[in-house]
């Protein structure tokens, strides 16, 4: 089996500051993605990549970029951090078959925290 | 747009006691189906997924879900819940145009009173 591993666990910052969550899968998945879960609102999601060096936005990708430099890694980053931005951000990966669709799998996330 | 509706944001069941977390989606095709679960401080794993076949799919520890086209319907069931079901469960949707996006719930709390 494979494992997604998130970096740092945890990521303190100040109000303003550019932020970057680290993202490292090795499944060999093609896509990769970023969530952001708030309590009360399920996930959203905020940017994925279908391969190496591409960038699809998602729903909620203002005031975020990415970036998808190796097939194995895609890293977000919070443009300048605001107060209500602290959430959990997830990464995940998927492989899709015509049987079943995309089946994610999730990395144990990211708690940003801006004071 | 594909979407999905968990109605109920927390439901607590007593230890032994059966269990049913409802679903409904919107999506004018016949969608993938998934019900994922995010333990405390940890990220989300898949439970069971639906795309065709028997609308009755069976996932792991006990857990099974029934597709309802006529309900747009999706429901998690299980027959005796156990403390450890104690979690969070997300029901997603995604189109069968090999799209790389799923759509998520708000999410259901589950609670387990012993």
């Known amino acids: 089996g494979g494992i997604i591993t998130q970096t740092p666990k945890f990521l303190i910052g100040q109000e303003g500051q550019k932020l970057t969550l680290k993202c490292q899968q090795n499944f060999n998945h093609d896509t990769m993605y970023w969530y952001r879960q708030d309590s009360g609102k399920g996930l959203r999601l905020i940017y994925y990549?279908?391969?190496?060096?591409?960038?699809q936005k998602g729903d909620l990708s203002e005031g975020y970029d990415a970036s998808r430099e190796k097939k194995s890694s895609f890293s977000l980053t919070v443009t300048s951090a605001q107060k209500n931005e602290m959430a959990v951000f997830l990464c995940a990966s998927s492989i899709w078959d015509r049987y079943s669709g995309n089946t994610l799998y999730f990395g144990e996330g990211s708690r940003l925290i801006v004071v | 747009a594909q979407s999905v509706t968990q109605p109920d944001a927390r439901v607590t069941v007593s230890e032994g006691a059966s269990l049913q977390l409802r679903c409904k989606y919107s999506y004018s095709g016949t969608p993938y189906l998934f019900w994922y679960v995010q333990y405390p401080r940890q990220g989300l794993q898949l439970l069971l997924k639906y795309y065709s076949g028997d609308p009755v799919v069976q996932g792991v520890n006990g857990f099974e879900a029934e597709f309802i086209k006529s309900n747009s319907s999706f429901h998690l069931r299980k027959a005796s819940v156990h403390w450890s079901d104690s979690a969070v469960y997300f029901c997603a949707v995604s189109d069968t145009e090999g799209a790389d996006r799923l759509t998520f719930g708000k999410g259901t709390q589950l609670i387990i009173q012993p």
């Open positions: 990549s279908i391969t190496e060096n591409d960038l």
